[in-house]
């Protein structure tokens, strides 16, 4: 599974200030109307969904526009996308805006508003597997274009493994005639977009519902994959403070907006401006806690879970401690405390989420049936959660089930079409080598190109997905860019073992072992770590250490990847054989 993110935990439905704050209610009911543009306003926004292009416009880009011009284009049009609409057509009128008005914006789930957008979807996405393109600069150009089209439809995630449920909290909107929290905490999006733009318009210095729809727009962005949305939350939170600077509702929120962003940096200063005017923030502290493990500052992190625990105990803090845990090599408390937080949930999207939490944790220690039992469970609660769904497909594939694994991954990607599970469907396809496999699996690899120039449109920094995947499907010389530019701004296991796999790539192993050693140092057991390291001392001769951890990644996780798997073991069976 790809690395959890500050996406990573369903948050509080309600963040309470402390007892002796003013809520932002008592502190914005009654200043006075004032007509104010509201970020993102269309009609077409209304449904969330934005005005959709033909599918077939760029399903037939020609060899003459290059993988760098649809860069190019992509990102005008976002920036376009920004100053306007979801549609990307500039300002629209208003009175219509596209938002949620959910308070958790770190959880995702797939919408049943998203059904319109999903045969479209498919389309293109058959397209991209099946027109038989075979110049890469074309392929690329005609699969990014066909994820546009998706993007524009509102039909994927953006992001990491999202974790918890869209709409499955709400913060209590702080004026009379804002939507009522029940609205957003039942998930139904839609009517509360529509209720608290309606607010906006009769109370717009309300700067409570202003923070409310920046942080829904950080939800709409994740759970549709509409990266206009960045901005326009950006502007929104912005709104918010210029109305009452300082208030941490809005500080929260661009905490979380600077964390979906990847902004780790800047997500750790909002989320400590937050806590100084309200110390019981609950985003505040779970995004406080998101960042510093990001960052790779683990021990850090720990203190901020055990304050946040202090502060706030519940499901999203017991996540984020397990997962603190499971990074410095504690795998049974980890388990313990996810254990725990499965039998304090009781809403829908809480069990899911801690369940796949579960599923990925059994995963990483190679207890695949173990694995498939938790996602089983999530799925109980939730049918359509796709990080379940993704989980359940690698299970799958590690147990020797390849073909539910490569039926499961599809389904997933043809809805949200992420790297993680695209390169996994690739590595699939690539190890079944049936007919016409191997053009699938480009098919997926061009698509994570494609997301990449997308995301940096939406003003993302993809550079960790763009280095693990380009490093084994793509432009190698991009990943060890991307690779050494994401270490540069932080220094997490993740990142040192991207950096090393970019350097090994590039025949740069002694300048790569470094990295590999420090990616292994926390004790986190991660079988692909433990493979890269071995592969990495295989080259620069260090025989003994490189046959210790490719049996370790082995005896740990088998099936760790399709690809990485057959070469640790064709490595190891070399070693031996010098011996």
């Given at each position: 599974?790809?690395?959890?993110?500050?996406?990573?935990?369903?948050?509080?439905?309600?963040?309470?200030?402390?007892?002796?704050?003013?809520?932002?209610?008592?502190?914005?009911?009654?200043?006075?109307?004032?007509?104010?543009?509201?970020?993102?306003?269309?009609?077409?926004?209304?449904?969330?969904?934005?005005?959709?292009?033909?599918?077939?416009?760029?399903?037939?880009?020609?060899?003459?526009?290059?993988?760098?011009?649809?860069?190019?284009?992509?990102?005008?049009?976002?920036?376009?996308?920004?100053?306007?609409?979801?549609?990307?057509?500039?300002?629209?009128?208003?009175?219509?805006?596209?938002?949620?008005?959910?308070?958790?914006?770190?959880?995702?789930?797939?919408?049943?508003?998203?059904?319109?957008?999903?045969?479209?979807?498919?389309?293109?996405?058959?397209?991209?597997?099946?027109?038989?393109?075979?110049?890469?600069?074309?392929?690329?150009?005609?699969?990014?274009?066909?994820?546009?089209?998706?993007?524009?439809?509102?039909?994927?995630?953006?992001?990491?493994?999202?974790?918890?449920?869209?709409?499955?909290?709400?913060?209590?909107?702080?004026?009379?005639?804002?939507?009522?929290?029940?609205?957003?905490?039942?998930?139904?999006?839609?009517?509360?977009?529509?209720?608290?733009?309606?607010?906006?318009?009769?109370?717009?210095?309300?700067?409570?519902?202003?923070?409310?729809?920046?942080?829904?727009?950080?939800?709409?962005?994740?759970?549709?994959?509409?990266?206009?949305?960045?901005?326009?939350?950006?502007?929104?939170?912005?709104?918010?403070?210029?109305?009452?600077?300082?208030?941490?509702?809005?500080?929260?929120?661009?905490?979380?907006?600077?964390?979906?962003?990847?902004?780790?940096?800047?997500?750790?200063?909002?989320?400590?401006?937050?806590?100084?005017?309200?110390?019981?923030?609950?985003?505040?502290?779970?995004?406080?806690?998101?960042?510093?493990?990001?960052?790779?500052?683990?021990?850090?992190?720990?203190?901020?879970?055990?304050?946040?625990?202090?502060?706030?105990?519940?499901?999203?803090?017991?996540?984020?401690?397990?997962?603190?845990?499971?990074?410095?090599?504690?795998?049974?408390?980890?388990?313990?405390?996810?254990?725990?937080?499965?039998?304090?949930?009781?809403?829908?999207?809480?069990?899911?989420?801690?369940?796949?939490?579960?599923?990925?944790?059994?995963?990483?220690?190679?207890?695949?049936?173990?694995?498939?039992?938790?996602?089983?469970?999530?799925?109980?609660?939730?049918?359509?959660?796709?990080?379940?769904?993704?989980?359940?497909?690698?299970?799958?594939?590690?147990?020797?089930?390849?073909?539910?694994?490569?039926?499961?991954?599809?389904?997933?990607?043809?809805?949200?079409?992420?790297?993680?599970?695209?390169?996994?469907?690739?590595?699939?396809?690539?190890?079944?080598?049936?007919?016409?496999?191997?053009?699938?699996?480009?098919?997926?690899?061009?698509?994570?190109?494609?997301?990449?120039?997308?995301?940096?449109?939406?003003?993302?920094?993809?550079?960790?997905?763009?280095?693990?995947?380009?490093?084994?499907?793509?432009?190698?010389?991009?990943?060890?860019?991307?690779?050494?530019?994401?270490?540069?701004?932080?220094?997490?296991?993740?990142?040192?073992?991207?950096?090393?796999?970019?350097?090994?790539?590039?025949?740069?192993?002694?300048?790569?072992?470094?990295?590999?050693?420090?990616?292994?140092?926390?004790?986190?057991?991660?079988?692909?770590?433990?493979?890269?390291?071995?592969?990495?001392?295989?080259?620069?001769?260090?025989?003994?250490?490189?046959?210790?951890?490719?049996?370790a990644a082995l005896d740990l996780n088998p099936g760790f990847s399709p690809l990485g798997a057959r070469e640790a073991r064709t490595a190891l069976k070399d070693l031996e054989g010098a011996r």
């Amino acid at each position: 599974m790809p690395p959890r993110t500050t996406d990573s935990a369903p948050e509080r439905r309600d963040d309470h200030p402390h007892p002796d704050q003013e809520t932002a209610g008592e502190s914005s009911v009654g200043r006075g109307p004032e007509r104010a543009s509201i970020p993102g306003e269309g009609a077409a926004a209304e449904t969330g969904a934005g005005a959709r292009p033909d599918p077939a416009d760029g399903a037939e880009d020609g060899p003459g526009e290059s993988a760098h011009g649809t860069h190019d284009r992509l990102r005008a049009e976002s920036e376009t996308a920004a100053e306007g609409g979801p549609d990307g057509h500039g300002s629209p009128p208003p009175g219509t805006e596209g938002g949620a008005g959910a308070e958790n914006a770190s959880r995702t789930h797939a919408l049943s508003g998203d059904d319109a957008g999903v045969e479209p979807r498919v389309a293109a996405l058959r397209r991209a597997a099946d027109g038989g393109r075979r110049w890469r600069a074309a392929h690329l150009a005609g699969c990014a274009a066909l994820l546009a089209v998706a993007l524009t439809g509102g039909a994927i995630a953006f992001g990491g493994v999202g974790d918890g449920r869209a709409g499955s909290g709400a913060e209590a909107v702080s004026a009379a005639g804002a939507p009522p929290a029940g609205v957003l905490a039942r998930g139904d999006l839609d009517a509360g977009i529509g209720s608290l733009q309606k607010h906006l318009r009769a109370q717009p210095r309300d700067f409570g519902s202003w923070a409310t729809l920046g942080i829904a727009y950080v939800e709409q962005a994740r759970t549709k994959g509409d990266p206009s949305r960045y901005p326009q939350a950006e502007r929104a939170l912005k709104r918010s403070l210029e109305l009452d600077p300082g208030n941490d509702q809005a500080l929260a929120g661009r905490a979380a907006l600077a964390a979906a962003r990847h902004d780790f940096t800047g997500a750790l200063k909002d989320a400590d401006r937050a806590l100084k005017q309200n110390p019981y923030s609950e985003r505040a502290l779970c995004t406080r806690i998101d960042a510093l493990v990001e960052l790779g500052r683990y021990e850090d992190a720990a203190e901020a879970a055990r304050t946040a625990d202090d502060r706030r105990p519940g499901v999203p803090v017991f996540t984020r401690y397990a997962y603190v845990k499971e990074l410095r090599g504690d795998v049974r408390t980890a388990r313990d405390v996810l254990e725990r937080a499965l039998e304090a949930a009781d809403a829908p999207g809480d069990i899911a989420y801690v369940a796949t939490a579960l599923g990925q944790l059994a995963w990483n220690q190679g207890e695949y049936k173990a694995a498939l039992g938790h996602y089983a469970r999530a799925l109980a609660a939730d049918e359509d959660y796709l990080p379940a769904l993704e989980g359940r497909a690698r299970a799958q594939a590690a147990n020797g089930d390849r073909a539910a694994a490569v039926e499961g991954l599809e389904q997933v990607v043809a809805r949200f079409p992420l790297p993680g599970p695209l390169v996994a469907l690739g590595e699939l396809y690539e190890d079944r080598g049936a007919d016409g496999d191997r053009a699938k699996a480009g098919d997926q690899y061009a698509l994570v190109d494609a997301w990449t120039s997308l995301a940096r449109a939406g003003g993302v920094n993809a550079d960790l997905d763009s280095a693990m995947a380009a490093a084994d499907h793509g432009d190698k010389k991009e990943a060890l860019r991307a690779a050494r530019a994401e270490w540069n701004r932080r220094h997490s296991v993740h990142t040192a073992d991207a950096l090393a796999w970019a350097l090994h790539v590039n025949g740069r192993d002694e300048e790569a072992l470094p990295y590999a050693r420090r990616a292994t140092a926390t004790g986190y057991r991660n079988a692909g770590f433990l493979y890269h390291r071995g592969i990495i001392e295989r080259a620069t001769g260090n025989d003994r250490e490189a046959r210790e951890h490719l049996k370790a990644a082995l005896d740990l996780n088998p099936g760790f990847s399709p690809l990485g798997a057959r070469e640790a073991r064709t490595a190891l069976k070399d070693l031996e054989g010098a011996r």
